[in-house]
């Protein structure tokens, strides 16, 4: 009896063991280490770490010297006819110092900012390479705010004054064989300019801020029509990805009265503000729900469930909205509802384990 129990513990401790491997090493944005305290490479991506976050968007960032529209390239060996590895994006994007030589070259990580039509065909690859050192120089930050976007959440995160201020439904880039280009390239950058609405084909992009040559954040796309603007094609999308490489940002205000085009008012004079983009790396993993969560539908023929007894994706007039818990979410009353864009309640356990699979550690 004693013996099976200790094998027991033993194989629950490797489990958690194996667990924490997964949760934790994989789990920084970077694979190196050059020694600073709260650089993004190897701050995990823990959005829950309030603290540990925040000073990590407020550190410095190494970026390289040159035009915010250009790029320079990343070499195999610290040798300029060696093979080019990737290209970074000059002034707005940070790269990590991992070493710096006597020879004049840094070895540094990033991840690679080639766009279409880029000399280098390496799309947002994490890749560990080579630039002369007289290129780097060290930048301030803006401090009022920061932001994180998560391509496994398909969220930004604001932070304002160290606190997580809100949390808005994004679409990053959809990337296929054909397009490889469209992923949204990942990594550490600042705000360089409002630029404004832009089209894109037959879609308007308002309130567009660059942050990455021809990535910018912006208003979920609608399409003019004669009585106003149509959302209909593209808001159904976020919280997934959809777009071209752009982060897309929802219109709808929260409660606090968050949304794209308050980014945009409130980022005014905020240029040089740090944007952290995490990649969805393999080994992250949802967190499983506690049973005992309370949830909200409309009785009344409502389609989705809620994590916020009032939540503001739902019509006044459908409030106060019926109750019951996470733990009963498979039961048939509920078993057709889905979970809520807006207020982001837990996914369905199936659906956790769907992606935990996908994404388990290999
Ligand atoms: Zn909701």
């Known amino acids: 009896m004693r013996v099976k129990r200790f094998l027991l513990i033993v194989l629950c401790s490797c489990v958690l063991l194996a667990l924490n491997a997964a949760l934790g090493e994989c789990c920084t944005p970077g694979r190196e280490s050059c020694g600073k305290e709260n650089c993004f490479w190897e701050t995990s991506m823990d959005i829950t770490d ?23 390239p ?16 000059s002034d ?28 280098v065909e390496v799309y947002n690859q994490l890749v560990t390479g080579y630039l002369p050192s007289d290129l780097l120089e ?20 604001l932070f304002h004054e160290g606190k997580l201020l ?17 992923e949204t390239r990942s990594g550490e950058y600042v705000l360089n300019s409002r630029s404004g609405a ?19 954040i912006h208003e979920v796309p609608h399409i003019p029509t004669s009585s106003g603007k149509n959302y209909t094609t593209t808001e159904p999308k976020l919280g997934s990805r959809a777009s071209h490489g752009c982060i897309r940002v929802q219109r709808k205000r929260t409660p606090q009265g968050i949304n794209m ?33 309370v949830l909200y539908y409309n009785a009344d023929g409502g389609q989705n469930y809620h994590c916020a007894a009032k939540c503001y994706g739902v019509r006044d007039e459908y409030l106060p909205m ?41």
């Not at 990343?74 to 994006?89: A, H, N, Q």
């Not at 707005?92 to 000399?119: N, P, R």
């Open 92 to 119: 707005s994007q940070g790269i990590h110092v991992i070493e710096t030589l006597d020879d004049g070259w840094a070895k540094i990580e990033c991840y690679s900012s080639s766009f279409k039509g880029s000399k």
């Open 322 to 362: 019926s109750q019951f818990t996470y733990g009963d979410l498979e039961e048939p009353l509920y078993s057709q509802l889905g979970a809520c864009p807006y207020c982001n309640p837990p996914l369905r356990i199936t659906e956790i384990q769907t992606i935990n699979e996908a994404y388990a550690g290999d």
């Open 166 to 182: 809100d949390t808005l439904l994004v679409s990053t880039g959809l990337a296929d064989e054909e397009h490889p280009w469209n």
């Open 50 to 72: 309030e603290e540990t976050i925040w000073n990590m968007l407020v550190q410095p960032m190494t970026v390289v010297r040159g035009d915010p529209r250009s790029q320079v």
């Open 138 to 157: 060290e930048r301030k930050v803006k401090t009022a705010y920061g932001l994180v976007v998560d391509k496994f959440t398909q969220r930004l995160y």
């Open 261 to 293: 085009r308050w980014l945009w008012d409130a980022l005014r004079g905020q240029m040089g503000t740090r944007i952290v983009i995490w990649e969805d790396w393999q080994g992250r993993q949802l967190p499983i729900p506690d049973d005992g969560i």
């Open 198 to 216: 832009f089209p894109s084909e037959k879609l308007i992009c308002n309130y567009g801020i660059r942050y990455n040559d021809g990535d910018l």
């Open 74 to 89: 990343v070499y195999e060996k610290p040798d300029k006819e060696s093979k080019r590895i990737g290209e970074v994006t």
